[in-house]
Structure formats: C-alpha cells, structure tokens
C-alpha cells in the first residue's frame, strides 16, 4: 500500500512538516484540534490576530506563522486538489486551474492585519469548499 506522502511530489516534504507541527502545538499548548477543513482556518486566523496583539516582534513568530501558512496550504490543496511547488526556499501551492497561491506569505500578512487565511482558501477552492 502506497501512502499519502509517498505519492505526492517533494515539494511537499517541508510544508506538509511544518503543517503537521502546528496541527501538533495546537492539540498541546492551546487544546485547539485543527481538522485540515477550510472551516478550521477561522480558527487559525483568530490565533494568528491574537498573536499580533500581543505585539511580538515579526522575527519572533516567524516560525508560528510559516506553520499556520503550511498548515493552510495543506487545506487548500485537499480541498481543490492542488499540489505544493517550491523554488529557492518559497513553497506555494498550485491548485488545477493553475493559480499558485502563497499560504505562509498570506499568513504573515495575517500578522500585519493585511490578510485572511480563512479567504484565501476560499479563493483558492473557488469560492466554496469542496466537501
């Protein structure tokens, strides 16, 4: 039987890691159950805004916010059927139609108050998430 990770392209190898991590931080330190649902992302972007208020440096959370992005790109592309892509350290996920969308750069935008990763997926689906 062949698995899910061996099946999909190497591109995936660190997102789906680091997407897996903050699945694993948030079952522990703030007993929230993360689902892979795009429905989970408000979640994540309510994290993501607590976080901001606190007001801790960018460099601080760098790591928080590049696994919320992965974690979102994991979402996005179960939800549409996409594929991560990588090139010179940047991950980004391309759905069938094409479009690559930018989970982890959308997720520090979150932390400027400029973002939504809950939106993001639902322009990356389509406007609506698969069931």
Known sequence: MTTQQETRPSAATKPVRWAAD???AMREGARLRLDYSARSLWSVDRVIEDIRREAAPLAAVELVLRGFGAYAGEVIARQTGGEWWSSGGDHWVRTPDGRLWDPIDEARRCYTGDGSL???CR???GGAPRP
């Open 123 to 125: 322009d990356a689906s």
């Open 118 to 120: 809950r939106l993001l």
């Open 22 to 24: 903050a699945v694993a």
